[in-house]
């Protein structure tokens, strides 16, 4: 307290009032003219400290704002009564309380910091804490995990016992250093907590696809545990064949097959090219009694006309020109297996009709033979077209449809799996350049959000394709978008064309720009790597050399893959 020319320290109760004046019966006595007799009251409850004027002739100001009712007093506020200062000191500062939030200002949140992730090229993490059986309060649960979080880091209600918590700044690995702790933490209040991991910009840049993916984790992580999320966790082996089922609308299609599959029923299949309709037929096949005998696949849209049939049934020595050797047909090497048909609405409504009867009936007859052979059928077929709407046009025959329709099951195209594009995109880039003996570099956020926004007509096919592109262009440890096809990066829809282009002058090189971004961090990753060097591979003085804070250059080592520090030196 300043009062005049002195100033002294007045300890305050943690509980009870005191009334500041100069007239008699005051607590807090002052001597300056300008306080009124009973200027303010200072109410104190568990330390927390509220100043009230009593209607005093010259007010109250705390940090230069007149106050009117009380007025809550933090550490280091200073209060003006008339020409008396007092500055108000508080020695047990609480620790601020976590917030718990709800649903949709978790995911408002977990938004803006993938906009971060995506504009600066940061890392981030959600967490999902499956907590089990419990009768302990979220708001408990959220209490003792105390110290184990920073202040940046944000909790969240996920329902009545999940709860998502969000790290920015932290890489899977690193957020697994996190996580593992606190479920020590919450092992006694909650025995079967389960703990999933989902990072931007490798499981998807949007807050639903995040969610999603660390939920999932999470339920198949086991109990005291935690999983992270990557390509191999979502790798369905169907045998010598294998599947990325991630997706809600995959998980549940797969299922579907499965319990189709011990049935000797028809499958049709309805997607897109590219969508990966065979491996759901293999699905079908490898999941059946018949697993053992063979997988026969015709793509009916690739023969022509004049060659299905013989193709289906087979013929005879001599039955058409060049058929110089009898020969078994795809039905036939069916035989006990299971026959898939791939763009079956292509067949021809003659082939159609001769199909039918053999599905109905069980026997084939090849070409140019009179013998009836029985075979034991087993169809799968698949369209990228509606086949009700073929059958009203007059394009296929509508008993053939009843007869492959039995059940029809319908697969998603890859622009609406969004938890699958970023797992297939870094699995496919990993087969890439292992097939030549190069380690796969990760994809940048920038470059993920070109994949993102691709529309993918051609689906999985395409995107494969677009992988291998992409390996023969990257050349360091980022996939940057500047080494995606240019394809990808042009924008769709009608748009005005750009002014035509200046030329350079005579022996000048027309400029060839990129991002300014990726040439930054090209720059960054080679002054990194040569710091590294010099310092013998000791991070503390590479970071030095450069004038990087040490924090910043081991986050960038780790995103960057440059070699680990020698343990003996740092």
């Known amino acids: 307290m300043m009062d005049g020319s002195t100033s002294s320290i007045v300890p305050l109760p943690r509980d009870g009032m005191l009334t500041i004046g100069r007239g008699a019966g005051v607590e807090l006595l002052v001597q300056d003219a300008s306080v009124s007799r009973r200027h303010a009251r200072l ?133 697994e250093e996190v996580v593992q702790p606190l479920l020590e933490r919450l092992a006694p209040l909650a025995p079967e907590v389960r703990a999933g991991i989902a990072s931007a910009p490798q499981d998807g840049l949007d807050a639903d696809t995040l969610i999603s993916a660390a939920r999932a984790v999470a339920l198949t992580a086991p109990s005291g545990g935690l999983r992270v999320s990557g390509p191999d966790l979502y790798q369905l082996s169907l045998g010598e064949r294998s599947v990325m089922v991630a997706d809600e609308a995959m998980v549940h299609l797969f299922e579907l097959l499965r319990r189709l599959a011990p049935s000797p029923i028809p499958v049709l299949i309805h997607g897109e090219t590219g969508a990966g309709k065979e491996l759901a037929a293999w699905a079908v096949h490898h999941w059946s009694p018949r697993a053992r005998q063979p997988f026969i696949a015709l793509n009916c849209a690739a023969l022509p006309e004049s060659l299905v049939e013989s193709e289906l049934f087979g013929a005879e020595r001599g039955a058409y020109s060049g058929a110089v050797t009898s020969r078994a047909g795809l039905l036939e090497r069916a035989s006990g297996g299971t026959l898939f048909l791939d763009e079956v609405a292509e067949l021809p409504l003659a082939v159609q009709a001769k199909l039918l009867r053999a599905l109905d009936q069980q026997r084939i007859t090849r070409l140019g033979d009179s013998r009836e052979r029985a075979v034991d059928l087993r169809i799968v077929a698949a369209t990228h077209r509606v086949l009700a709407d073929e059958v009203k046009a007059g394009r296929f025959r509508q008993d053939l449809f009843f007869r492959l329709s039995a059940s029809i099951v319908v697969l998603p195209p890859l622009r609406n799996r969004p938890r699958e594009l970023p797992l297939l995109a870094t699995r496919l880039l990993q087969e890439a350049l292992a097939r030549v003996g190069r380690t796969a570099p990760r994809i940048s956020a920038a470059a993920m959000e070109v994949l993102r926004a691709h529309p993918w007509p051609g689906n999985v096919r395409e995107l494969k394709n677009v992988m291998e592109y992409a390996a023969t262009t990257v050349d360091g440890p980022l996939l940057e978008a500047s080494h995606l096809p240019d394809s990808l990066q042009r924008p769709t829809g009608d748009e005005p064309s750009p002014p035509p282009a200046v030329a350079p002058a005579q022996g000048e090189t027309p400029a060839s720009f990129r991002p300014i971004a990726e040439e930054v961090r090209e720059l960054e990753y080679r002054r990194m790597r040569e710091a590294m060097e010099a310092a013998g591979g000791v991070q503390t003085r590479a970071a030095q050399l450069i004038g990087m804070p040490l924090r910043t250059f081991k986050f960038k080592a780790r995103r960057y893959q440059l070699p680990r520090p020698r343990a003996d030196r740092e």
């Not at 400290?49 to 230069?64: E, F, I, K, P, Q």
């Not at 016992?161 to 790290?167: H, M, V």
């Open 43 to 175: 109410t104190l409850v568990d330390g927390e400290a509220r100043l009230t004027d009593l209607d005093s002739h010259n007010g109250v100001r705390v940090n230069g704002e007149r106050i009117s009712g009380a007025q809550v007093l933090h550490n280091g506020d200073v209060a003006v009564l008339g020409g008396v200062t007092l500055v108000f000191h508080r020695r047990d500062i609480p620790p601020p309380q976590r917030l718990l939030l709800d649903v949709a200002t978790l995911r408002d949140r977990l938004a803006e910091e993938l906009e971060r992730v995506l504009r600066y090229e940061r890392a981030m993490s959600v967490v999902a804490l499956a907590l089990g059986p419990t009768d302990v309060p979220l708001a408990e649960l959220v209490r003792a995990l105390g110290d184990g979080l920073r202040l940046m880091d944000l909790v969240g209600r996920g329902g009545p016992t999940q709860l998502f918590i969000l790290l920015p700044e932290l890489a899977a690995d690193e957020a």
